[in-house]
């Protein structure tokens, strides 16, 4: 559903059509889906080379979160993130949620 060309990138239009596609939805379950997207080997976690991507994408083009913010994402140390550590990490930084959900109500 995430890659609809299967070229191997979820390009924004993409992620904005599942989004859209997903309805009036809790923000946790949206999140949720988000993390879906991001696990692009479907192995349940995003590595921390993608999460530090993510992160740098996002403050890169939101001028009110800066990187620096969100270093302490990988709270247990492991080097990844499951589904439930990334809802918890966006739903307990409110800047990160605020963008997250704000972005996807532009679409709903």
Not at 65 to 82: C, F, K, M, T
Not at 91 to 108: V, W
Request: with cysteine; hydrophobic share 40%; aromatic share 12%.
């Amino acid at each position: 559903m995430f890659d609809a060309d299967k070229d191997g990138v979820v390009t924004f239009g993409e992620f904005m059509i599942t989004v859209f596609l997903q309805g009036r939805k809790q923000p946790e379950e949206k999140l949720r889906l988000v993390f879906r997207m991001y696990d692009h080997n479907c192995n349940g976690f995003i590595e921390k080379t993608e999460i530090e991507a993510i992160l740098h994408s996002i403050a890169d083009n939101c001028n009110q979160i800066e990187y620096d913010e969100l270093v302490d994402w990988d709270e247990n140390h492991s080097g990844h993130l499951n589904e439930q550590e990334f809802v918890n990490f966006i739903m307990n930084n409110p800047k990160l949620k605020s963008f997250f959900l704000d972005l996807i109500k532009l679409y709903e």
